[in-house]
């Protein structure tokens, strides 16, 4: 199927794909939350600030979530059902699920005083912000209810849309709490990287709204509400979700920068990733000792020791191994899970992720 519409445009066809049709609706998105939405004039300081939380925290990133969900759609449905107003839905959708995203990166971003995002100051390093972002941050996630009550709310479907959000946002809050408990700052203790624990906070914090929300909201706006369909579709989802966050992981300590746009820190940072849990799990106790006196230290000459160990317990060929292996679980729960739902809808995301290098 097509990832096109035309639009008519003085008397021209004009062929828009996808992710021209998302961009340009946001201008749109915001005009109608600070314009059209309340008017009372006494709010046009607090309009204004919204304005500037949204274009400085929403744009920008790959998309990936908010296209997912009309790329999902145009698997689900015919195209003759594929109506200029159900497309444009679908966008705004996607819209609110990159305003879920900004949400949680506003506040995650205060939580672990990073500095950058996305190639700019963090929302609440920017001079006169500080920890009135803590507000900000609730701003985009109120404007996700305002959208989705003035698009949807004579769909069949919307209160299963509002209940998704509720409970993607509430899963996702855990597993950011259980993140949080695992590597509290400036206590580094390595007992409490475990693999149980690590999978946990990637199913909670990150598989949930990043691959199984986009994909859930699609079938929910295709008439797709049983319970078991949304269940077979999760075990799917999440496992690419888990797969998603490793190869984060790997790209952290492994990627060419010049590649993914970032230098990675997670050794630096104390995180709870992939790397360091594997490792553990397979080196010896003076291995163990000399991880525990390098891990979370900001110094070149510690980080370089944990990637030269990283390099002796061969994880680089630890990990493609994995990303083989992978790709055959998820070719199996497609087999066994996506009995009654397009392939293609689990493939295209797959094909995205799978060997990616940013």
Request: hydrophobic share 40%; glycine share 6%.
């Amino acid at each position: 199927m097509g990832d096109s519409i035309c639009n008519g445009t003085h008397g021209e066809k004009i062929l828009q794909s996808d992710s021209q049709l998302f961009e340009a609706q946001f201008d749109e998105l915001v005009a109608e939350l600070t314009e059209r939405d309340l008017t009372d004039h006494v709010l046009a300081d607090a309009l204004n600030r919204l304005r500037e939380v949204l274009v400085y925290n929403a744009p920008g990133g790959k998309r990936n979530r908010g296209l997912s969900v009309i790329g999902s759609l145009r698997e689900l449905l015919p195209p003759a059902q594929l109506t200029q107003d159900t497309v444009q839905r679908a966008l705004l959708v996607g819209w609110c699920i990159e305003l879920l995203q900004a949400f949680f990166l506003v506040a995650d971003d205060i939580m672990d005083a990073s500095v950058t995002r996305r190639g700019q100051p963090c929302w609440y390093k920017k001079d006169g912000v500080g920890l009135d972002a803590i507000n900000d941050g609730f701003l985009l996630e109120g404007s996700i209810y305002r959208l989705l009550r003035r698009h949807c709310r004579d769909q069949p479907y919307y209160v299963h849309l509002l209940e998704l959000f509720t409970e993607t946002s509430f899963q996702t809050e855990l597993g950011q709490a259980l993140d949080l408990m695992t590597a509290p700052p400036g206590q580094i203790d390595l007992n409490r990287f475990t693999m149980e624990r690590y999978k946990a906070i990637v199913k909670y914090k990150t598989a949930f709204y990043s691959f199984y929300l986009p994909v859930a909201a699609a079938m929910y706006m295709a008439g797709i509400e049983s319970e078991e369909e949304h269940n077979n579709a999760k075990h799917i989802l999440l496992e690419m979700g888990e797969f998603f966050q490793i190869q984060d992981d790997f790209l952290d300590c492994y990627g060419d920068p010049a590649v993914t746009g970032k230098i990675g820190t997670d050794i630096q940072d104390n995180k709870c990733s992939w790397l360091v849990v594997t490792a553990m799990e397979i080196m010896t106790p003076e291995q163990r000792v000399e991880l525990e006196a390098c891990y979370g230290r900001h110094d070149d000459a510690s980080v370089e020791k944990v990637k030269a160990l990283y390099n002796t317990l061969q994880m680089p060929t630890l990990y493609h191994k994995y990303e083989d292996e992978s790709y055959q679980r998820l070719q199996k729960l497609i087999t066994c899970h996506a009995q009654n739902l397009p392939h293609s809808v689990f493939l295209n995301f797959a094909k995205k992720i799978y060997k990616r290098k940013k």
